[in-house]
């Protein structure tokens, strides 16, 4: 596990040097963030759910994954409002602190990490169960975070739950139907069903795959963008290191505790998944819609930096935890 998540440092290490050093335009990151999120990612969601079968259990702890996940997210936006009273900054900043509390990187980081972390025989359904996460991620995202970026101005509901309809929503749904209607057993019955889902399946799996190696080059490529020159700049963003502290540590801790009272209700998996999930640095798309939204992206792309750097010595503990 350990020389697992050391290559993932070096991938993204790869993609700071590349921003640091200008080898790459500036706006490759904005580039790569929307080749992940709009194609590879949505193509990684549907074959981890079409090439894979699913027991009612499995499907049982995916829904328990997706309700839990709500939860513990808006609890984490509790904590977050409660801190946010007690320091001084804007709305708009308060708003992505808040946001931030909420949204970690649940496909940039999630899941490489996810895939580094179990073994080969177990992680096409660990990926599975981070699927539903990501669906609770998303379902907050582009409701209560739409709210939270625009709270600044006038905001419509309406226009905000279209963003529930796109490529890793499509992706899920399309993965599910293939489970309900058992693609699995179709194909192995088949022999032409077979030839054409070999010739898709070995095209998109290759494709979906490269999610892992280009999250982490953006994430490289965020890091690179932040400055801090002396020490003063360091103690000026006293909030992104609090902020950084319950996401990272005491937030997933308790949830770790808090998933040990319910039993044998969910499977140890599903736990830890929804464990590793909410101990994820902050969600590097929250920069992105608070530049789209004109609210407080510099302070977002903070919160990144500093979470992510924080990162490589909590998630290795967090990982051992689950």
């Not at 990926?127 to 209560?144: I, K, M």
């Not at 898709?200 to 963008?225: C, N, Q, R």
């Not at 969600?283 to 979470?307: C, H, K, L, M, W």
Request: net charge positive; with cysteine; hydrophobic share 50%.
């Amino acid at each position: 596990m350990t020389v697992k998540i050391i290559m993932l440092g070096i991938l993204a290490f790869i993609g700071f040097i590349a921003g640091k050093t200008g080898y790459l335009p500036e706006n490759s990151g904005v580039i790569l963030s929307r080749v992940v999120v709009k194609v590879t990612a949505p193509v990684l969601i549907f074959i981890t759910l079409a090439g894979n079968k699913i027991t009612n259990e499995e499907l049982s702890n995916g829904i328990w994954i997706y309700v839990l996940g709500l939860i513990f997210m808006l609890f984490s936006f509790f904590i977050g409002s409660v801190l946010s009273k007690g320091l001084k900054m804007e709305i708009a900043t308060k708003s992505m602190f808040k946001m931030h509390f909420v949204f970690g990187n649940v496909v940039f980081l999630a899941f490489p990490l996810i895939s580094s972390v179990y073994d080969p025989a177990s992680v096409k359904l660990a990926l599975t169960y981070a699927v539903f996460y990501n669906l609770a991620n998303d379902t907050l995202l582009w409701t209560l975070g739409i709210y939270l970026v625009n709270k600044h101005k006038e905001n419509s509901w309406k226009d905000n739950l279209k963003h529930l309809i796109n490529g890793n929503t499509i992706a899920f749904t399309l993965g599910i139907i293939c489970i309900i209607i058992n693609l699995q057993s179709i194909v192995e019955s088949n022999e032409v069903v077979k030839a054409v889902y070999d010739v898709v399946y070995g095209t998109l799996k290759p494709l979906g795959e490269t999610t892992f190696t280009l999250s982490m080059l953006f994430i490289g490529l965020i890091l690179s963008e932040v400055k801090i020159e002396s020490k003063d700049d360091l103690i000026k963003r006293y909030p992104s290191i609090i902020l950084s502290a319950f996401k990272l540590l005491i937030i997933p801790i308790f949830a770790l505790f808090a998933l040990k009272l319910t039993g044998d209700f969910i499977s140890p998996m599903a736990k830890g998944i929804i464990v590793i999930q909410l101990a994820m640095p902050c969600g590097t798309i929250v920069p992105a819609i608070a530049s789209q939204y004109d609210s407080d992206y510099r302070f977002a792309t903070e919160n990144v930096f500093f979470s992510t750097l924080l990162c490589v010595l909590t998630l290795p503990f967090i990982a051992g935890l689950v």
